[in-house]
């Protein structure tokens, strides 16, 4: 009883990114160059969510002292379901089929639930949505194909009362030589608004007075992504920084002001992670005055929020500076990434780019060496081409 020469999942939806509560649709394709003994073979679909990490602690005291590991797992499961495509159930009692040797294409569809969570693959955790198809064979090793899928739960940044608000930061730092004193390193630093859509760019206005005796070797502002995991027992938060555009030195008694540089956002998961209640992400465009020497950096945080529908108010600034440039809904139609959550009041649909942390490695212990499965899976984001077409704003007040 060999295996399968064939045995694949393919989606209508080619891109494979689907909105909660949409219908996923597609064939699993079976070819085999033999007869081959069943139960049967079934789909299985399953989306969730899961936190893992370990920390290591010291115990006792003296030569009783030791090295004790705790581990931190969390999960939240959104479905768990089976379709059964020829045969019975896995589990199910009864005769075997028969398959002779042939081409087979067996259709499914599956209503994902509503109120999902957007996927995503982070250092410590993530939120996952995948198919397997499974040959279930009498007295040896199942058969088993499996694909991943992207579910893009749309943060609409209109919806967010704080997202049009502008924000303002200051901070000094003093800086200590030996037994002197210089005077201070000042900042003021502010945004417009604080809601963006990936493809966007925040405008960063801020000024700088080195009031010291040292060279500062740059000014530089960062957008950080920060994660937070959660079990019962603990959370532990993780900081990824997904952009950053610098100014370079400040010599001693100089100043430095930036009128509006453009911090263009990536294809990144939308703020909150909505759905998913062990993963929290929060964005912040962090502002920095780093010395030459040793010594601290001075950083000034303001929290934003990144969404997948823009702000009405930000479409409309984009459209009387450029037409815009992403794909209107026939094209999505024709690419396979229609999505059900339409943009209220004409805002233009996302196109999809691919996660700008690029493509994780999966691997399934419990499968063997009768999986046929693509072990590469990079998810995907709304992302809105709209080029760098915000145009710089007022020095700050």
């Known amino acids: 009883m060999g295996k399968p020469k064939v045995f694949t999942i393919a989606l209508d939806n080619h891109q494979a990114v689907y909105s909660p509560g ?4 597609g064939l699993i394709t079976l070819e085999l160059e033999e007869e081959m003994e069943m139960k049967g073979i079934q789909l299985q679909l399953f989306g969730g969510a899961r936190v893992k990490w370990s920390e290591s602690c010291s115990k ?6 030791r090295t004790v590991t705790k581990h931190y797992i969390a999960h939240d499961t959104y479905f768990n379901d089976e379709l059964v495509l020829f045969g019975k159930a896995a589990g199910e009692a009864g005769d075997n089929v028969t398959l002779s040797a042939g081409r087979y294409a067996y259709s499914f569809q599956y209503q994902l639930p509503p109120d999902i969570p957007s996927s995503f693959e982070g250092a410590l955790g993530r939120v996952r949505y995948w198919l397997r198809g499974v040959i279930t064979k009498p007295w040896t090793y199942d058969d088993t194909t499996k694909k991943l899928f992207t579910v893009a739960n749309l943060l609409d940044l209109n919806a967010e009362p704080e997202a049009m608000q502008g924000l303002r930061g200051e901070d000094q730092e003093t800086l ?3 037994c002197c004193t210089s005077g201070p390193i000042s900042c003021r630093f502010q945004i417009d608004r604080c809601g963006f859509v990936p493809g966007e760019a925040v405008p960063i206005k801020a000024e700088i007075i080195n009031h010291s005796n040292r060279k500062m070797k740059r000014s530089f502002a960062e957008l950080c992504m ?4 959660h079990t019962t027992k ?3 938060t993780n900081i990824k920084k997904i952009c950053e555009i610098s100014h370079s030195e400040i010599p001693p008694g100089e100043s430095d002001i930036w009128t509006g540089d453009l911090l263009k956002i990536p294809p990144a998961p939308p703020s909150h992670l909505n759905g998913c209640s062990i993963i929290d992400i929060d964005y912040f465009v962090k502002f920095c005055v780093e010395p030459a020497g040793p010594a601290l950096k001075l950083e000034i945080p303001l929290k934003v929020f990144i969404g997948s529908i823009p702000l009405r108010a930000a479409v409309k600034e984009n459209r009387s500076t450029s037409p815009f440039q992403g794909p209107n809904q026939d094209q ?3 690419e396979g990434a229609q999505v059900d959550v339409q943009p209220a009041d004409s805002l233009p649909p996302p196109s999809y780019a691919e996660c700008m942390f690029g493509t994780v490695t999966i691997q ?3 499968e063997n060496d009768h999986a046929q499965r693509d072990l590469d899976f990079t998810p995907m984001y709304a992302y809105y081409n709209w080029g760098d077409t915000t145009r710089p704003s ?3 007040q």
């Open 22 to 25: 949409q219908c996923l649709q």
């Open 60 to 65: 006792g005291v003296g030569m009783a002292r």
């Open 176 to 178: 200590c030589c030996l």
């Open 226 to 229: 920060v994660v937070t995991y």
């Open 234 to 236: 603990r959370s532990r």
């Open 332 to 334: 999505l139609s024709r």
């Open 364 to 366: 399934n212990d419990c």
């Open 394 to 396: 007022s020095q700050p």
